[in-house]
């Protein structure tokens, strides 16, 4: 019964704590944009889609300076009413975020691969370009806000096990064949693991006389 009370503690201190959660961009965003983002939907009527707000999680794959500003090209992930990673949900895809170059810069040095970012983005267009040799349509968005999340930090333990704190499994899926996001960011350790020396051969023991 007590244990059973500590859970329930516990759980109502993350509810709270998730409740009170600080934004990570601006409240009046938050309000207006729409989190549940569907990229087939994007995609089967842009022109009706033009000019909304979406808010939306990624997962940095390539930026890039161009001559109309930064780009973005991130995996979209979930996020909450706060502008936070969810814990599940299902990966809509590719996007590419514009920052027009009259309005800042995104350094390719900073916001780099596997960084993850929050992003309040006013929908443009589709795209068209490729993964590798399959063509794809990227949704487009005009970054009016972007939160580049803090680096992650990975703490290891002696072999075979390791606590990591910070790392996010990210347990998104993505039905298309050309995603293999998870296998790039899995964590390595810092160490190299040490060579097995093998046991000194023992000499022969001599013949004892009979």
Known sequence: MKRN????LFFSGALILSACATPVVNKSYLEEGERKVSFAALRENPDQ???KLFILGGVIIRTRLLEAGSQI???DVPVD???YFEESGRSEGR???ILPKDEGLLDPAVYRRARRVTIAGEFMELRKGRIDEMEYDYPVFRIKQIYLWPRERLYYYP???YYDPWFYPYPYYYGHPWWNYPHDYRPVPLQ????RIPPPSRSPEPDQPK
Do not use: K, N
């Open 95 to 97: 996007f590419l975020a």
């Open 192 to 195: 190299p693991e040490r060579p």
């Open 81 to 83: 009413g706060s502008g």
């Open 49 to 51: 889609e033009r000019g």
């Open 73 to 75: 090209e991130a995996m």
């Open 5 to 8: 009370g500590l859970y329930a």
């Open 159 to 161: 072999q075979p096990f």
